[in-house]
């Protein structure tokens, strides 16, 4: 995605750590890339605190969408109430972004974690907005009943839920 076609770029505040974590995303997804960095000098110092040299604000990519890290010190820290949806098309794409975002974070429940940063993603099926929006109202509820059971997503105990078999929670 070119820079003059997305109007809404996330910002996302460390303390000191934005290169590190800009580094570890762009490992986890295909398409990614670390773009711009742009570094803290003598000037502002009586505001900002930060030895020249040291890094401001990564640019960075995740699957062709643009993001900035800014190191803006320990004033700010992530919360639940913002988080990242990752889409999958599978069990194997949910294992591998579950198992990279928890390396060094936490695992919560309905397909939440944070990461090591405390960054929240939530590690999502493609297939459960379907199921969840389904006009068969007793499927979507038999969903929603297994989904709320797990950590990371199962997909193919939803589809079991879904389908009226009984489902377990992982």
Partial sequence: MSLATQKIVPCLWFDDQGEDAANLYVSIFPNSRIGEISR?????????????????TVEFFLDGQRFVALNGGPLFTFSEAISFQILCDDQEEIDHYWEKLTDGGEEGPCGWLKDRFGLSWQVVPRVLPEMLTSKDHAASQRVTKAFLQMKKFDIEALKRAYDGEVAGAK
């Fill in 40 to 56: 803290y000098g003598k000037e502002g110092f009586e505001i900002h605190g930060r030895e020249a040299g040291t890094v401001m």
